[in-house]
């Protein structure tokens, strides 16, 4: 079982930038592939990007402008969001799994955090 908790989100002005943290409880955090989602309101949940291992993949709507990173020792996994639009507006959930799959489905991830607000105003 993991648990995972989001922190780091809040509001920001268009071009600012924050990092969001996902603290996972459990002893084999670093077996996990550990996934970034946003849900804007009336949208579906849309994938933001990955980290397996060493390994990144980023959205096209994200890419160059957000970055994933991990520390296993502390069991946190990391988004930092730079170059904000108004449109990456969204509750932000990170999700661990291993299961088969591309990394952007969700039916890939086992675990999955409460959610958190990010709020980019232009």
């Known amino acids: 079982q993991v648990q995972l908790v989001e922190s780091g989100g809040g509001l920001v002005q268009a071009g600012g930038s924050l990092r969001l943290s996902c603290a996972a409880s459990?002893?084999?955090?670093?077996?996990?592939?550990m996934g970034w989602f946003r849900q804007a309101p009336g949208k579906e949940r849309e994938f933001v990007g990955a980290?397996?291992?060493?390994?990144?993949y980023y959205a096209d709507s994200v890419k160059g402008r957000f970055t994933i990173s991990r520390d296993n020792a502390k069991n946190t996994v990391y988004l930092q969001m730079n170059s904000l639009k108004p449109e990456d507006t969204a509750v932000y959930y990170c999700?661990?799994?291993?299961?088969?799959?591309?990394?952007?489905?969700?039916?890939?991830?086992?675990?999955w955090g409460q959610g958190i607000q990010v709020t980019v105003s232009s």
């Open positions: 999700a661990a799994g291993g299961g088969l799959g591309s990394y952007s489905y969700t039916g890939k991830y086992n675990y």
């Open positions: 980290i397996s291992w060493g390994d990144t």
């Open positions: 459990g002893r084999t955090f670093s077996n996990y592939d």
